[in-house]
């Protein structure tokens, strides 16, 4: 398997992949949230969005504005006009796009559409954002509380904050390694690798928490603009978990690609 993987990524420039992936999800991780707090409002009301993430605003960390900054992205998102949420979708497919490109770039080159193939493949998920997400608003008020209380309740916290995320992101990962990627993996192994690269994912964003509470200047490097400072850290983190996202990828279709070797196509190449 690991041949296969190294087989995969040989010549493919992965951590620049990451990086337009993290370029197409700076335009489209805004309206994303804006859409899936909207569409989980209209379902389960805003009032009850409201009630389920306040305590989770509360506890996050304050070093860099982080509650500041969830508290008027759900306010956004449950304000959002039928009008504004049409306006926000074509940015938001913007990221089955990034998606689709850096899969195809790895895996198999010379794929006609390739924008338009991802953006309609990711809709699907736009689509499932209120079950996805009202399931994980649900866990956050006991994990939060636990957070709060200090000592081992605040271990306790953070595993079943942990596992909610998990259990929330698997679905997606599967989805977009099974349909958003080329080839078509067998069902398997895209379930069980797509199950431990959410796994992965889940405790990176709960280490970006762990560092939103770090007292540390993020706007020194930048001639004291903290603005800038903060907007470069989440490039970083968002690109740090692309790269995750990719890897777990190349390591699904190494080992689930029906393909007989599991080798992407050179451009220019006949597959004949």
Known sequence: MRIRVFRLLRGRD????AAAVTFYSGIAVVPVALLAIWLTGLAAGADRVRRLTGRTIAALPDEIGAPRALAALIDAGLHL?????????LPATLYGEGLRRAFVSIHRRGESLVG????????????AAPALLLALFLALPTTSRLWVRGGWWSVLGVVLSFLAAWLVLTPVVIWVFRYIAPGRPRWLPTVLLGSFTAANLSGFLHGFVLFCALPLDLGAPFGGFDA???????????YLFHTILLVGFAVTHAVGSPEPDGTPTPAGTSTR
Do not use: C, D, N
């Open 228 to 238: 800038i400072g903060g907007t470069v850290t989440v490039g970083l983190w968002l």
């Open 116 to 127: 338009w193939r991802g953006r309609v493949l990711w809709l699907p998920l736009l689509a």
């Open 81 to 89: 006009t039928p009008l504004l949420a049409l306006a926000s979708l």
């Open 14 to 17: 992965l951590a620049l992949h």
